[in-house]
């Protein structure tokens, strides 16, 4: 999420009532999680074990719950709990609007783009031309459709992450101040639901084609061409490359990078990364061939113990 001028450091400091390292005047030009950090943003970290890779990471300012040594070039916000700073500082920037109408007066919408009953459209979304938005589709606030998009008959697009600290009071949600792109001649099934990023954007792709009652998860982005079946579940932060193939009730492990032109045949699931233009099948996902063959091998099992009992008689 980049932050509409630049803000110095001691201005978003005083936002968060915490302390800084670094020049009053140094620069925060957005705020993001680490896998999507560019200079000048904000990254928090909150645990020991995380420390190191968001002080190395692309961030310059890093939201920290404990003083360390500032690697040079960058600048550190001190605060006794930096996943409810980060929090504060997405409700400033992109706060909750409520909007009393079906179609916002905000929304631009593309010539011959046609809206069926009940189809909701939030503030400040853009939707490009010939596109065809069937009943009760909801577009959530800042989501961006390119040209000649299909949107089927329940499916949301840009739901918050589902993306919790577990405190002992209860679960903690990481508010979503990310967006949901998706690019020309893409076509999403009926009741699917399409999340937005926490602080960058889920994207999917031109050309990409998603069956009924597919989940994509935040910060994800799907390539051009690909091809998801019906009940396949693909967690947050996710990278699937061009001309992907998951078949039905695939799920796909957070952070997970499928390589481009890979096939996962149905009900696998994806525990890893994949390796491009494979086939792949089982949980944990394995290469087809290799996991038909151990299969098969299982199914001998009892034939083996019968002839092992037979031996020792």
Not at 67 to 93: M, Q, W, Y
Not at 123 to 128: L, R, S, T, Y
Not at 161 to 180: H, I, Q, T, W
Request: proline share 4%.
């Amino acid at each position: 999420m980049k932050f509409p001028r630049s803000y110095t450091l001691k201005e978003v400091a005083q936002l968060i009532h915490a302390e800084y390292i670094g020049p009053d005047e140094f620069p925060v030009l957005g705020m993001n999680e680490i896998h999507v950090v560019d200079e000048g943003d904000i990254v928090f970290v909150d645990h020991p074990k995380y420390y190191e890779k968001a002080l190395n990471s692309a961030a310059t300012v890093v939201l920290i719950n404990k003083v360390v040594d500032c690697p040079e070039g960058k600048a550190l916000l001190i605060s006794n709990d930096p996943f409810r700073d980060f929090n504060v500082l997405t409700d400033h920037f992109k706060p909750f609007e409520r909007s009393n109408q079906m179609v916002s007066k905000s929304a631009r919408i593309g010539e011959d783009t046609v809206l069926q009953p009940n189809v909701f459209v939030g503030n400040n979304v853009k939707i490009g031309k010939g596109c065809v938005l069937h009943a009760n589709v909801c577009i959530y606030d800042h989501c961006e459709l390119g040209d000649n998009v299909i949107i089927h008959a329940g499916t949301v697009i840009g739901s918050d992450a589902f993306y919790y600290k577990n405190r002992p009071e209860g679960f903690d949600k990481l508010k979503s101040g990310g967006s949901v792109i998706i690019q020309d001649d893409v076509e999403i099934g009926a009741l699917c639901t399409i999340d937005r990023g926490v602080s960058g954007n889920t994207t999917i792709k031109k050309g990409s084609k998603l069956d009924n009652q597919v989940h994509v998860g935040h910060d994800t982005v799907i390539g051009e061409k690909c091809l998801i079946a019906s009940q396949t579940g693909v967690a947050g932060c996710v990278v699937i490359e061009d001309e992907v193939t998951l078949w039905g009730q695939v799920g796909v492990v957070s952070a997970a990078t499928i390589g481009a032109k890979t096939v996962v045949l149905a009900q696998s699931g994806v525990a890893s990364s994949l390796d491009g233009g494979k086939t792949y099948f089982g949980s944990p996902a394995e290469e087809a061939r290799s996991k038909m063959r151990q299969l098969a091998n299982v199914k001998r099992i009892p034939d083996i113990l019968d002839q092992l009992k037979e031996q020792k008689s």
